[in-house]
């Protein structure tokens, strides 16, 4: 029975492989939303199946730096920053920090006692900001010359606050926090209206409304 999870988190670092393989964007918008699905079943199944180990524990953090770190970053390499002329290693530093925050985060996650948030925000979310903004570029083929400081500073935002204190809130005790469930709803929303005008722009707009409802969040926590 215990296989089951871990099966699923296999799943999601396949799909994490597939997507470092092919380096095509609709195949990496289908791996990523897979492998997010594995992700959230896996822990659920096995705290269903009560086959919880420390042995999940340590394969779904590899999963997750494979599927939404080094596999998103290496895509948003290959969009944004391989087409300079100046293939100087300075061009991958944004996102080299970002690969080593991301695994840092997970390092982190693994040795500190299970929360009902995250503290700093979660890998899965990072790696599908960086999906949305290849899908918004690919959408309305943005003027790189213009943008590329822009996707520079991206991949670093993102890094800071995968290992920030900020208290992003998570699925867990959703039903008894009505101040989650209301950010929560407000995040189903932004995706469903962005849903309707562009598809491609839905994906960036749940990640982005999320982690500015989760920073507001951290703060009316605090201040309670």
Known sequence: MKWIPNGLTLLNLSCGFIILVYQDLLMTFICVSISCGADILDGAVARRLKVNSNLGIQLDSLADLVSFIV?????????????????????????????????????????????????????????????????????????????????????????????????????????????????????????????????YCSVLSITVSYILFSIIYHFLMNRK
Do not use: W
């Not at 809130?169 to 005008?197: A, H």
């Open 71 to 199: 596999a998103p970053s290496l895509l948003y390499y290959q969009h944004f920053l391989n087409g300079s002329e100046n293939h100087s290693i300075l061009n991958i530093l944004p996102l080299i920090f970002f690969v080593s925050m991301g695994a840092l985060r997970l390092a982190i996650f693994n040795i500190s006692p299970s929360t009902f948030d995250f503290k700093g925000l979660a890998t899965p979310a990072a790696g599908i900001t960086l999906v949305g903004v290849l899908l918004l570029q690919y959408k309305f083929q943005i003027d790189q010359s213009i943008t590329k400081s822009i996707f520079y500073i991206i991949p670093l935002v993102l890094a800071f606050l995968m290992v920030s204190n900020f208290q992003m809130f998570s699925l867990k005790g959703v039903s008894k926090n009505p101040t989650k469930r209301l950010f929560l709803s407000l995040v189903v929303l932004v995706g469903l209206i962005s849903l309707l005008f562009s598809p």
